[in-house]
Nanobody
């Protein structure tokens, strides 16, 4: 059974950094695209960053230049390095692939002074 486990969230001050991890128990991790999403209270779940099979990376406009998506195929883990965090980045962050797997529990990121 596919399992996605996100971690690394927490409370950080504006301007700070966090590194999120997504550990995936899934076949052919290295042959899949990986995407980070986030969902703020009362809002829909939106794409934040996506790493495609061909290596192309897409970022939401709101995080360009601040967030970096990466992966370690040997560890079946995807990462999201988040820098220069803003209060509007506060949300629960999730990862997923395609075909979409069952959602993990997500990891809460709170940016506040």
């Amino acid at each position: 059974q596919v399992q996605l486990v996100e971690s690394g969230g927490g409370l950080v001050q504006p301007g700070g950094s966090l590194r999120l991890s997504c550990a995936a128990s899934i076949n052919m991790f290295n042959m899949r695209p990986w995407t980070w999403y986030r969902q703020a209270p009362g809002k829909q779940r939106d794409m934040v960053a996506s790493m495609r099979i061909d290596g192309n990376i897409v970022y939401a406009d709101s995080v360009k230049g601040r967030f970096i998506i990466s992966r370690d195929n040997a560890k079946n883990t995807a990462y999201l390095q988040m820098n220069s965090l803003k209060p509007e980045d506060t949300a629960v962050y999730y990862c997923n692939t395609f075909p979409r797997a069952s959602w993990g529990q997500g990891t809460q990121v709170t940016v506040s002074s």
